[in-house]
């Protein structure tokens, strides 16, 4: 059950998006630019806060509530959705790996919106291989050099702060121990921010690409006690983001069913509104079910990940409900939004209407911090694990042994 204080946030984040993002949503979409008015929104409301720890200016209200944020956002406009989101993401690096006076240092200007932040991981060749990174972390005196390029980096150029991975042991290259993590700040000498990428949906949010040209960075910059961290930085960080990415799509998901069925109320065909047509009625019912289901896991997996981070042992079951989550949200998303669309007819595939827009900025959830591809391999795997938990069931099932003639057995030798 949701809390008083969830509800709370819930009501402030459902304000932001119904007085500033919503009637926004269409002219930041079309000029693909930056909503700085709903970040001072965000800013002022204490919404930044909501996932930053108490001790360094935030709420400390955890995943799920990140969540709630996220979806109330995105229910009004996908990309402000992620453009919330993502400085989640570039800063649980600090949260989950940094050091205390390097959480005292950064976190506090994130939680009151004075400094945004992004997360640096993927590249040209290093996607969801996250450890086949070829940017270079080199250490020179008390400096670590970085030479590389990242990829799809979500605030890229508004960002302040950048949590970059790459590779601090070359000898151990495509192994998680090669693998480092560094803050780098905007302006930093020999740090570029490059091409900015002209995308089917979350237009209002930017993605770059990132150069480091003999970048150097104080080796206090680097996130943890010692180098070869930042493989199990990043795969936990994934872990705590990806429900955040699932109430991204949840939210498109909300959003565009609303507008479906608020025009298959209006819309009249043969006589009367096709709402009462069962194949739309159908559709409907189906497509409220399937966001329901969806919201019941995002916010299990979500509250999973906040019991994991007080009960380690609770980490393995987090992984994979994250990845549940994110894999049924996210595809439930994309159906839901194109049945939106398919719903309003001609009006539907019109740039004039909001609904088509769901559709593309739902694509995106299926595809970033992990495609769905990669989260049915991490539930498949969970799932081959457990399987060996249920030896107890094998006297009813068919029996996989089977005697072979000594002669064969010899011959196969």
């Known amino acids: 059950m949701l809390d008083k204080i969830n509800f709370e946030i819930k009501e402030r984040a459902r304000a932001v998006a119904e007085e500033v993002v919503r009637p926004l949503a269409s002219e930041h979409d079309k000029k693909q630019e930056y909503p700085w008015k709903v970040k001072e929104a965000l800013a002022e409301s204490g919404l930044l806060k909501t996932w930053i720890p108490k001790e360094y200016g935030g709420d400390g209200l955890g995943s799920v509530n990140l969540c709630l944020v996220v979806e109330e956002l995105s229910r009004a406009c996908g990309g402000v959705g992620v453009m919330?989101?993502?400085?989640?993401?570039?800063?649980?690096?600090?949260?989950?790996?940094?050091?205390?006076?390097?959480?005292?240092?950064?976190?506090?200007?994130?939680?009151?919106?004075?400094?945004?932040?992004?997360?640096?991981?993927?590249?040209?060749?290093?996607?969801?291989?996250?450890?086949?990174?070829?940017?270079?972390?080199?250490?020179?005196?008390?400096?670590?050099?970085?030479?590389?390029?990242?990829?799809?980096?979500?605030?890229?150029?508004?960002?302040?702060?950048?949590?970059?991975?790459?590779?601090?042991?070359?000898?151990?290259?495509?192994?998680?121990?090669?693998?480092?993590?560094?803050?780098?700040?905007?302006?930093?000498?020999?740090?570029?921010?490059?091409?900015?990428?002209?995308?089917?949906?979350?237009?209002?949010?930017?993605?770059?690409?990132?150069?480091?040209?003999?970048?150097?960075?104080?080796?206090?910059?680097?996130?943890?006690?010692?180098?070869?961290?930042?493989?199990?930085?990043?795969?936990?960080?994934?872990?705590?983001?990806?429900?955040?990415?699932?109430?991204?799509?949840?939210?498109?998901?909300?959003?565009?069913?609303?507008?479906?069925?608020?025009?298959?109320?209006?819309?009249?065909?043969?006589?009367?509104p096709i709402q009462n047509h069962q194949a739309i009625g159908f559709l409907l019912a189906d497509m409220s079910t399937r966001i329901e289901a969806a919201r019941q896991l995002v916010y299990e997996s979500a509250r999973m990940i906040d019991a994991a981070d007080k009960d380690p042992s609770l980490k393995a079951k987090a992984n994979k409900m994250a990845a549940q989550g994110k894999l049924f949200a996210t595809d439930t998303a994309m159906w839901v939004t194109t049945e939106a669309v398919q719903i309003f007819g001609g009006y539907g595939f019109m740039k004039d209407y909001p609904v088509e827009k769901y559709m593309r900025d739902a694509k995106i959830t299926q595809i970033y911090e992990g495609t769905n591809q990669i989260q049915r391999l991490v539930v498949s795997r969970h799932v081959a694990r457990e399987a060996t938990s249920l030896k107890f069931l094998d006297q009813f099932i068919p029996s996989i042994d089977q005697w072979i003639p000594d002669e064969l057995l010899k011959e196969g030798s």
């Not at 506090?108 to 290093?126: D, H, R, V």
């Not at 390029?149 to 090669?178: E, L, R």
């Not at 995308?199 to 993605?207: A, D, E, F, L, S």
Request: with cysteine; charged share 25%; glycine share 12%.
């Open 84 to 272: 919330f989101a993502v400085n989640a993401l570039g800063s649980y690096p600090i949260i989950l790996g940094g050091r205390q006076d390097q959480k005292e240092k950064w976190l506090p200007k994130i939680a009151n919106g004075e400094k945004l932040i992004s997360f640096a991981l993927s590249e040209k060749l290093a996607g969801s291989n996250a450890s086949d990174l070829k940017t270079l972390i080199s250490k020179k005196g008390e400096e670590y050099i970085i030479n590389g390029d990242k990829k799809w980096n979500t605030n890229g150029g508004v960002a302040h702060y950048y949590s970059v991975f790459g590779v601090t042991n070359p000898n151990q290259v495509g192994k998680p121990s090669a693998i480092s993590a560094v803050i780098v700040e905007k302006g930093t000498d020999g740090f570029e921010i490059g091409k900015e990428e002209d995308k089917m949906g979350i237009r209002c949010v930017p993605v770059r690409e990132l150069y480091f040209r003999n970048c150097s960075v104080p080796e206090w910059n680097l996130l943890g006690e010692s180098e070869g961290k930042g493989f199990k930085i990043a795969m936990e960080t994934l872990d705590h983001a990806r429900p955040g990415v699932a109430a991204q799509a949840l939210g498109c998901a909300q959003g565009a069913f609303e507008y479906a069925s608020r025009f298959a109320s209006r819309r009249r065909q043969f006589g009367q």
